[in-house]
Each structure stands twice: as C-alpha cells, then as structure tokens.
C-alpha cells in the first residue's frame, strides 16, 4: 500500500518527462510523509484490526496478543494503547525485528503488567516497565507460549472474560442543577 504513491509519482513524471532531479524530489517529499508516524501507526493499527477481524476470539482472551513484521517499532505502544482502549483489556503488539521480535504492552488498572512479565520470563529477551505499560523482546518460538501463559495469569486476575472499563467520577451533580446549557 504505501509503495502505490511512489509508482504514481514515478509514472508521471516520465510521462511528463519531467527531470531525474523533478522526480527525486517528489519522491522524497512522499517518503517523509510516509514515515510520518500518525501513517504508520495507521497502516499498523488497519493489519491488526484486519487480524482481529480474522481471529475474533483473540478479542475475547484475557490479554490481546498480536505479532507482525514490518510494523515500525515506533508506533506499536500507541496501537497496544488503543487495544485496551476499545477492548478494555490488556494488549501486547509485537513487531519482528531482525531475529526477534519487540512488543509493546499496555494494560488496565486491575492488572500489573509488569509482574505478570515477570511471572513468564523465561519466554522473554529482556523487558522492563511498570503496571501500566512495558517494552519487551522475544523470540518467536515463544510467543504461543507466553500467550497462553499470560492470558491464564491474568485469569487470576479477574474471574469473567475480562476486566470493565473503569469509569473515573469527579463529582456527582444533583439533576435538579442540570440545565442545557450546563
């Protein structure tokens, strides 16, 4: 997909006979925007959706895990973000790089993401981070395992399919004080 507006360019500019230094600047304005990371993430966040569309019940386990190649590294915290954001879960996104692949983690308030790290290290690199958020690395021999694993530590966790969407309150406002405009 992101290759398309480069052949585009490219096409017309040798129908234009349009110069070599025409076309290489063209080029690299189109190759800034595509490494722009609001595009990334959105080409990132569009596979994973697409493979959650595919797998349905991923949705539905206790932590969402999703491993692709080609995701910027970058951009995978922020789609982990939105996961648990949507699904009211834990998410970890994973991207291979090189050998192995780097993930992202986020979670929800009831669950420590970084002790249930803790509890499947022995399917990890290295990782590090806090409750709410951690950075990883694994081989991808090992990431069924750490999938199961991890799901079935956070079925400790919370005893229903997952946990609710918590809802901060800051103050209750008495009906009666209610108007349109307020």
């Given at each position: 997909?992101?290759?398309?507006?480069?052949?585009?360019?490219t096409v017309y500019f040798i129908s234009k006979k349009g110069t070599p230094l025409s076309l290489f600047t063209e080029l690299y304005k189109i190759s800034n925007y595509l490494n722009h990371p609001n595009l990334l993430f959105k080409i990132l966040y569009f596979d994973i959706e697409e493979y959650l569309d595919a797998n349905p019940s991923v949705k539905t386990d206790r932590v969402i895990v999703v491993a692709g190649r080609g995701w910027h590294p970058g951009?995978?915290?922020?789609?982990?973000?939105?996961?648990?954001?949507?699904?009211?879960?834990?998410a970890i996104v994973f991207t291979k790089d090189g050998d192995e692949y780097k993930g992202s983690g986020r979670s929800v308030p009831a669950f420590s993401l970084h002790n249930a790290l803790d509890n499947v290290?022995?399917?990890?690199?290295?990782?590090?981070?806090?409750?709410?958020?951690?950075?990883?690395?694994?081989?991808?021999?090992?990431?069924?395992r750490f999938r199961e694993d991890i799901c079935a530590i956070a079925a400790q966790y919370y005893a229903d399919a997952g946990p609710r969407t918590i809802l901060?309150?800051?103050?209750?406002?008495?009906?009666?004080?209610?108007?349109?405009?307020?």
């Open positions: 997909i992101a290759i398309l507006p480069l052949i585009f360019v951009v995978i915290g922020i789609a982990a973000s939105r996961l648990v954001e949507k699904y009211s879960r834990p290290k022995e399917y990890l690199i290295r990782f590090g981070g806090h409750e709410l958020a951690a950075g990883f690395t694994i081989s991808r021999c090992n990431i069924p901060d309150i800051d103050c209750v406002i008495p009906p009666e004080l209610m108007t349109v405009r307020s």
